[in-house]
């Protein structure tokens, strides 16, 4: 029975540690991606800017076409408001909060319960080329409920790797509709 008896303490204490750890550990996730576009700025700055194009080449509007969308607004200001029964897309606001044409796009999104972070579009002219970096800053413990925050911590390791591979995909999706309309 002793040995029943300790090794439930261990297991236990292990979990402790484990939650209690999950509150050191840093909270701050880094993503990003880069394709070179054979396109100039102006091309790339256009689908990337206004929400209305986002369509064409969105990773999650190819995962749920029957997303609700709803689009309000022009230039910094403008909002993306979706909802899909796909868990993959969910629901959630964007909002454009810097724009440094053709240069710069940044937005803030809103998953409501889980979350918000923000997300950016450098570009810059590499020879005939563009050069577009798409990043995503976020804080895994922002807007969790305390006794969440350990396991959001923990998924936070996990960020690169999902978004990281939407973004190629979105990434990849950009560089073919700004080429296939370039050489139109």
Not at 25 to 41: C, F, G, M, W
């Amino acid at each position: 029975m002793s040995i029943l008896v300790k090794s439930i303490g261990a297991i236990v204490a292990v979990v402790v540690l484990a939650f209690g750890a999950g509150f050191l550990l840093p909270s701050q996730v880094h993503v990003e991606r880069s394709i070179l576009v054979d396109a100039p700025l102006a091309a790339v700055f256009s689908k990337i800017s206004d929400f209305q194009q986002w369509d064409a080449w969105s990773p999650w509007a190819q995962l749920d076409p029957d997303a609700s969308m709803t689009i309000s607004g022009s230039g910094v200001g403008q909002t993306m408001s979706w909802s899909s029964e796909n868990p993959q897309v969910g629901e959630g606001t964007q909002e454009v909060v810097a724009l440094e044409s053709p240069n710069y796009l940044k937005t803030h999104l809103n998953f409501g319960h889980q979350g918000g972070a923000d997300a950016a579009f450098s570009l810059t002219p590499e020879a005939d080329a563009t050069r577009v970096l798409w990043s995503l800053d976020t804080d895994m413990r922002e807007g969790v409920p305390l006794l969440g925050q350990p396991l959001s911590t923990y998924f936070g390791f996990f960020m690169d790797s999902m978004i990281g591979t939407d973004y190629e995909t979105g990434l990849q999706n950009l560089k073919q509709v700004v080429e296939a309309q370039n050489q139109a």
